[in-house]
């Protein structure tokens, strides 16, 4: 990229600058700019409030056939766009070129499949009467909420996206999209792009400062918020959410427990997959494996398979050949990362980290050494919150219900998974853990069924998205009911 990227808002069909920009870090090089993006005001997320309400009326009239056909035309242009984005989203994330690829590969995936269930949209069921009972035939139906609200994080904001802005396109609402804050560049060319195949209004695109975006919750206009980031941020939307009933899917942290039983196939198949799981986007994927409970006879076994894959990493910047783990996003991630490691190292914990942290223009940039911490206290906060970094704590264990239960007993509730070879065992110890998604032998967001209901349990989040369940998240359902003259007369007699 020669020149920082620009981005404007989407607003109606129509481009919109604004007076004030937003200058967009690079979180590997200080003082680096990667771009600026327009900077919203009040009254200009007012009018794309009210823009996708004057469009949703059309646009909801539409079939779900007629839908799909229009917005399989709007993809037009991301595969040949990929590399591109894929450059930008690097520098403004953070993370290695080819995870950012994959990052627009995943929305144009998850947006077919979702135009799969075009016949299923409105399909509609009828409760017959019963004679002597219910007098009445019942049809039960769906209808799209009208205005929505999609809110995604920086890590994998463009694939994020796609599990849920064509559901609520397909559903017949009409969407206003807010990328993420420290990270919008990519998101907003590529949003917008489809948008303008799109008829006006029913895609619309608002960047800026947080502060003046409680409307995109809050306006009464708005029917829904879907939501993907922190906990915290989390109960601020659902709080705002609260003051006009507006309804919420939130797809929130993760503290995910990968559980290693004894009879586990640790080969390198397995254990790349594991180290995957742990380790992609260094580490800030919210369904990453973040506690590891390992067996203890295989718990040597393990750290030595991590360790071997560790001592390969070569952080360094997003776009380099040869790099294999980026930077933290933010220097408030980097410090908080950085403390959970001392704290553990602190308490006489075995600590093993990994790598050469990067000099030149890269020194002072937000990068970890990739960690290990070795039978930790359960107690300390790498084990009990989210680390969203490069760092993983291995807790050994001596029964199936001990495992179970410390996986359980956790803030978390997103996804997990169980490593065995034993197909019974595995469906036991999934079926009782408390989580949303749970893989067998596998784990991480690149192992995800994009087909399947995804959501959290628990503080983890509210509602599913993908898949029919995702459609119908983004609908409502009305009963008609019918009197049934010949039911009534077998009543009254």
């Known amino acids: 990229m020669s020149q920082p990227v620009t981005t404007p808002l989407y607003i109606g069909g129509k481009e919109r600058q604004t007076a004030d920009k937003i200058a967009i870090a690079d979180p590997a090089k200080p003082g680096v700019v990667v771009g600026f993006c327009a900077a919203a005001t009040t009254q200009d997320v007012s009018d794309a409030v009210a823009s996708a309400k004057a469009a949703y009326p059309s646009w909801a009239a539409l079939s779900p056939q007629q839908r799909a056909e229009r917005m399989l035309a709007a993809l037009g242009g991301i595969a040949e766009n990929r590399d591109d984005d894929a450059a930008i989203l690097s520098q403004e994330n953070g993370k290695i070129r080819f995870e950012a690829w994959i990052d ?3 929305l144009e995936l998850r947006w077919k499949l979702a135009l799969n269930h075009a016949d299923e949209v409105n399909a509609s069921k009828v409760l017959p009467p019963i004679p002597g009972a219910i007098p009445v035939a019942t049809t039960v139906a769906y209808q799209p909420l009208g205005v929505v609200t999609i809110i995604v994080p920086f890590n994998w904001p463009v694939a994020i996206l796609g599990a849920a802005l064509p559901h609520a396109l397909l559903a017949g609402n009409a969407v206003i999209v807010k ?3 420290t990270a919008p560049l990519a998101t907003t060319r590529i949003v917008q792009r489809i948008a303008k195949q799109l008829p006006p209004g029913v895609l619309n695109v608002v960047t800026g ?4 975006m409680s409307a995109l919750i809050r306006n009464p206009d708005v029917a829904k918020v879907c939501f993907t980031g922190s906990v915290n941020s989390g109960k601020k939307v659902m ?3 609260s003051q006009s009933l507006t309804r919420v899917t939130l797809e929130l942290g993760g503290n995910d427990a990968a559980i290693v039983l004894k009879d586990a196939i640790l080969d390198d198949v397995h254990l790349d997959r594991l180290f995957a799981a742990i380790y992609d986007t260094t580490g800030q994927i919210c369904m990453n494996a973040k506690r590891l409970f390992v067996h203890t006879s295989r718990v040597d076994e393990v750290v030595k398979g991590l360790s071997a894959r560790l001592q390969k990493v070569k952080l ?3 776009l380099d050949k040869g790099t294999t783990m980026g930077p933290l996003h933010s220097p408030t991630q980097k410090a908080f990362v950085d403390g959970l490691i001392k704290e553990a190292r602190d308490a006489g914990c075995k600590v093993l980290e990994f790598g050469e942290l990067p000099g030149g223009d890269m020194k002072g940039g937000n990068f970890v050494r990739p960690a290990i911490v070795v039978n930790p206290n359960l107690n300390l906060r790498v084990v ?9 704590p291995v807790i050994p264990f001596e029964t199936e219900e001990d ?3 410390m996986a359980n007993d956790n803030w978390a509730g997103l996804s997990g998974s169980v490593w065995t070879t034993d197909a019974d065992t595995a469906n036991r110890v999934a079926g009782q853990l408390v989580c949303g998604y749970v893989w067998v032998n596998d784990h991480g967001a690149t192992r995800l069924d ?3 209901p995804f959501g959290g349990m628990k503080a983890s989040g509210i509602g599913r998205e993908q898949g029919i369940e995702g459609i119908r998240a983004f609908q409502d359902t009305r009963s008609i009911a019918h009197l049934d003259a010949a039911a009534l007369a077998a009543m009254a007699h």
């Open 104 to 106: 627009s590969l995943v």
């Open 179 to 181: 990328p993420p804050l």
């Open 209 to 212: 400062a947080d502060a003046n």
């Open 239 to 241: 709080e705002l959410a």
């Open 316 to 318: 360094g910047y997003g």
């Open 384 to 392: 009990s919150e989210e680390q969203f970094g490069p760092v993983i």
């Open 403 to 405: 495992a179970v239960r």
């Open 450 to 452: 994009l087909r399947a």
